[in-house]
């Protein structure tokens, strides 16, 4: 079965702080997603990416294709910054269709 | 440009009586997806269309789920009879092409009693 992990599940920081979010998959990959879900449902997505790194203001994501791996970072959290993050991989033979994990709760107090 | 939009946002309903979502897909995309979100879960994908044709309807419970989007534009998602257990929130997506970022409805929340 191909699964996505994520971790942490929930998360706490002081705003200010270097955020690390994680994700691991189990097997090959044609493209990785990073996607924000805040409080009543909506979903926007963050990042699309199939390797290195992407950079959009304090949002920082990365993928390491030989070790499954992929990391979305938030630098100088803020308070608004609180949400899920979900990460979800396109499998090569998925006809297209993304596998989402399920998410890490994150909470930044001011 | 109006997004994804979905309709009713929140419908409560007794157990054994039917529902029915709508979706309005961004204009011009091609793509459409229904997902079903469980509390605490990501979303898992119900059914998929290319337009007209559903492509990927294998994980939606044929027996008492169906979707329709006749026109290959907005599209229906309805439940009959409706079970305690079908409680989530029900998202739409669409995108340009099933490679292609996919972009989310605000979704419906759905209570059975």
């Known amino acids: 079965k191909n699964e996505v992990e994520q971790s942490p599940q929930n998360l706490t920081a002081q705003e200010g702080e270097f955020i690390t979010i994680n994700c691991s998959y189990s097997?090959?990959?044609?493209?990785l997603h990073w996607l924000q879900q805040h409080p009543g449902g909506g979903i926007v997505s963050l990042f699309m990416?199939?390797?290195g790194k992407k950079k959009h203001g304090r949002l920082i994501a990365t993928i390491n294709i030989q070790e499954k791996h992929s990391s979305l970072h938030i630098t100088a959290s803020h308070p608004r910054d609180s949400a899920v993050y979900i990460c979800?991989?396109?499998?090569?033979?998925?006809?297209?269709?993304?596998?989402f994990g399920k998410g890490t709760k994150l909470s930044v107090k001011p | 440009e109006a997004g994804v939009v979905q309709s009713p946002r929140y419908k409560i309903i007794e157990k054994k009586q039917p529902v029915a979502f709508w979706c309005n897909p961004i204009?011009?995309?091609?793509?459409l997806y229904w997902y079903l979100q469980n509390l605490g879960q990501g979303p898992e994908l119900l059914i998929r269309y290319e337009n007209e044709e559903a492509v990927d309807d294998s994980q939606l419970p044929k027996d008492r789920f169906s979707a329709e989007r006749l026109k290959g534009v907005d599209s229906t998602l309805k439940i009959q009879p409706a079970e305690l257990g079908d409680s989530a929130v029900y998202l739409c997506a669409s995108s340009s092409g099933p490679y292609n970022e996919q972009f989310f409805g605000p979704g419906t929340r759905l209570t059975v009693l």
């Open positions: 097997v090959g990959i044609s493209a």
């Open positions: 990416l199939s390797s």
């Open positions: 204009s011009g995309h091609n793509t």
């Open positions: 979800a991989v396109r499998y090569g033979g998925s006809q297209g269709n993304l596998i």
